[in-house]
């Protein structure tokens, strides 16, 4: 459509309507929703597409109610710096009145995400645009549809989709406190408080949103260099590793091992723990204040939709909490995590059977896992009162009697240097904020091995940890009939 209908209306001399000359685009896209009170009180419905604001005046003020369509009468489109724009337009001039902007924020466009991806000018052209829009008082899944009809105005719909943001009944009132913000004011609450030691659970309802399957982008990148292994193999791996991964992570916050060039020595290497904005909204999250005051955003991988887009995203490995969002101050399993260093994998396979005969001594149900790297993983469920502090002050009583057995092969020593080929048995990580590697995750080595809990009587000093990785673990996962590692799952 072009700025040449915005300028035929108006005079540049007379309005201080922003001059029609497209502007620079924005990161992200944009939207803004004015009250016009010009003759009738209107509200102007616009979306930043190629440089310019696409419009629409809208009768009725916007609604978070999917029952209530709204008429939208697409006009001409407007200058970019139009979003901007609050202020009078004179008497005389087209569309005389006062303009506030009612709501603003960045928006993404959901038709590219179809099997046939479109652009919002193709979208309009064809009819049907459908946004997610981040504002104040709009938020979530917008559909605008075109009428047909003998009108001559362009008529359309705008009209709420059904997702968490959606307010059945609130219609044009848009209700004042929606999901984001009570949650945002509680953790803010929390924040003021000052306590930051036992997070209370804080999660965005988002949980009915539609969830797409996502999209694979860039299959045939290659993640492990050294056997070839692309972006589609570990797509491919992650959905089919879902039904014995998702247990372990589920309603666990998760900390992101990102290497979207993936695993070479220059390519980046990124812990997330932070959701970006511009995640879909179907992707819950738990909003946990840090203790400098910050609130994190963090992602609950808890359904194959959520796994497979964070996997596109450039994720290699899940890490997640010892603790659940109902229950974030307590931990629902404890891990010993022995690392041999400089001493041998049959060392760490002597270290954890004496640690498991001590746990058995105390009836504590223990599992083994490889942990994808050197050593292995010890965890059994915590369902003590105690919290971390609780659960670390045990863990470490038990390691030290460990090393009490076996003094030449396991130490507690924190300093590298002073372990001396020792296997370290390491319960530190059994702290609020941490984060271990559950199950069944792919590890970012070369090797690309996979986390793989193993029966008891597995666990010999012959065992080759290696054998465990993307090429193979489904070998071994299709003649398992239970998780070894399920007993943690429990709780
Ligand atoms: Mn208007």
Known sequence: MGLKEYRAKRDFKKTPEPA????????????????HHARRLHYDFRLEADGVLKSWAVPKQPTLDPSQKRLAVHVEDHPLDYAFFQGRIPEGQYGAGDVAVWDHGTYENLMEQKPKPMSISQSIAAG?????????????????????????????????????????GAAGSNGKATASTTVAKAATDKMST????????????????KRKVPVLTHPDKVL??????????VFEFYRRIAPWLLPHLRDRPATLERLPEGVKEEGP?????????YYPSWIQRAELPTKDGRVVQYVLVNNIETLLYLVNQGTLTFHVWFSRVQDLAHPDFVLFD?????????????????LHSILQKEKIEAFVKT????????????????????????????????VATLPEQA???????????????????????????????????????????????????????????????????????KDPAAGLLKS
Not at 194 to 209: M, N, V
Not at 382 to 394: I, L, P, Q, T
Request: aromatic share 8%; charged share 30%; no cysteine.
């Open 224 to 233: 492990f260099p050294d056997s070839g292994i692309t972006k589609a193999d």
């Open 128 to 168: 049907r645009v459908e946004v997610r829009l981040h504002g104040k008082e709009l938020k979530g899944g917008f559909v605008l549809i075109r009428l047909r009809g003998q009108d001559k105005r362009d008529n359309w719909l705008l009209i709420k989709m059904r997702d968490p943001y959606a307010r059945p």
């Open 371 to 402: 942990s994808g790297k050197t050593g292995l993983h010890v965890l059994t469920p915590w369902r003590e009162k105690g919290g971390y502090d609780e659960a670390r002050a045990w863990t470490l009583g038990i390691a030290e009697r460990v």
């Open 338 to 354: 022995l690392d041999p260093g400089k001493a041998t994998f049959g060392n760490a396979v002597a270290v954890a059977k004496t």
């Open 411 to 481: 130490t507690v020593e924190r300093s590298k240097a002073k372990r001396s080929g020792r296997v370290y048995v390491d319960v530190m990580q059994n702290a609020l904020g941490h984060h271990a590697v559950p199950p069944y995750v792919l590890r970012a080595v070369p090797a690309a091995s996979v986390s793989t809990p193993l029966e008891w009587r597995e666990l010999t000093a012959e065992l080759d940890p290696a054998q465990f990785n993307l090429p193979t673990i489904f070998r071994r996962l299709e003649k398992q009939k």
């Open 194 to 209: 000052g306590k930051t030691k036992s997070p209370r659970r804080t999660i965005s309802g988002r949980t009915l949103a």
């Open 269 to 277: 290497h990124f812990w997330q723990k932070n959701a970006p904005e």
């Open 20 to 35: 029609p000359k497209p502007g620079k685009k924005h990161k992200q896209p944009i939207f803004v929703v004015q009250e």
